[in-house]
């Protein structure tokens, strides 16, 4: 107790002679630095890092400077700095959050050859930095090697733990409460054999609308497996199913057709559901075919006219069978 004593009354007898109280935060492999900070003997200490070795060559983390690290799967060593949520960089050069490292921002510093200014890190991205043109091997950072390098390895599939989203494996992924998670609006944004949870507008894994089940369960949101074994929802009109789908004329919801008729047009079927991803199944006679949704008679194979006729009593349209 008496020691305790001792060393309170000797920092507050340093404070009040006015020298400075220095605390360094203890730091090793298991314990990171904050951004602006590197481990030096086991100590964070503040660095201050020079934008202009940001985006350079280099051959090892030494030849870029403290609190800098060279990425070796960048044509030549890139120096990379880390950024963190609040996307602190240098001037001179800009966080890509997506591998939570700073690269060298877009203008006139970017003169390094088989490098330029491209969207990172894959095309398509909103951040634009310098970056290995596709003709020097690199695709602005979208190739396995620079994630690596940016500490991601890019093998945690969806609803698996991660730490940044460079780690996360499916395309457009982001890392969201450590879990690797892909936003959508639709099916049609998640990649196949997923589909759009319309509750948390994220992808997940399991079978679409039309697709093969096993059990209800199986299905997205109130959908049903049915006799058929395929997951079924029932609709009265297009606002009673998901975005991309639409209800055919037997009260079903199907995929909306895009600019590839079904593959199914012609054959027989017993619901909508038959007819694979977008087809209509309409009675011909004393049978039901598959038939093609339409519009206009430009949606038609041909465009002549006529050939996009009205189904029943219904508003909907379908295309002639040939």
Excluded at 14 to 41: K, M, N, T, W, Y
Aim: hydrophobic content about 30%.
């Amino acid at each position: 107790m008496r020691r305790l004593l001792f060393i309170a009354s000797t920092l507050i007898a340093l404070v009040a002679a006015g020298c400075p109280l220095v605390i360094q935060v203890r730091c090793d492999d298991s314990f990171r630095c904050d951004d602006g900070e590197a481990c030096v003997a086991g100590a964070c200490v503040q660095v201050a890092l020079e934008s202009a070795q940001v985006g350079a060559a280099c051959t090892s983390d030494a030849t870029c400077g403290a609190g800098l690290t060279c990425g070796m799967g960048f044509p030549g060593g890139y120096c990379l700095a880390p950024c963190g949520a609040g996307d602190t960089c240098a001037s001179g050069s800009v966080c890509v959050k997506e591998l939570g490292r700073c690269m060298r921002a877009c203008g006139e510093t970017c003169g390094r050859p088989g490098y330029a200014c491209t969207p990172v890190p894959q095309p398509g991205s909103s951040t634009w930095a310098c970056a290995p043109t596709s003709s020097n091997g690199g695709d602005g950072g979208t190739d396995p090697a620079p994630s690596e390098d940016a500490g991601c390895a890019g093998q945690v599939p969806l609803n698996e733990h991660c730490a940044q989203a460079c780690d996360c494996a499916p395309p457009g992924a982001d890392c969201v409460d450590s879990v690797c998670v892909r936003a959508c609006t639709r099916d049609s944004d998640c990649s196949d054999g997923s589909r759009c949870n319309e509750t948390w507008h994220r992808c997940e894994e399991g079978p679409r609308l039309g697709e093969a089940c096993r059990e209800s369960r199986d299905c997205p949101g109130s959908a049903t497996c049915n006799a058929q074994r395929r997951c079924k929802t029932i609709c009265n009109t297009d606002w009673s199913c998901p975005l991309d789908y639409r209800c055919a004329p037997d009260s079903v919801c199907v995929n909306e057709c895009t600019n590839t008729p079904p593959e199914t047009v012609g054959l027989t079927c017993e619901t909508s559901l038959d007819c694979a991803r977008c087809g209509f199944c309409v009675a011909s006679g004393t049978v039901k075919q598959c038939r093609q949704p339409c519009l206009l008679d430009r949606d038609c194979p041909g465009g002549a006219v006529g050939s996009c006729e009205q189904v029943g009593s219904t508003a909907l349209r379908a295309c002639r069978l040939p």
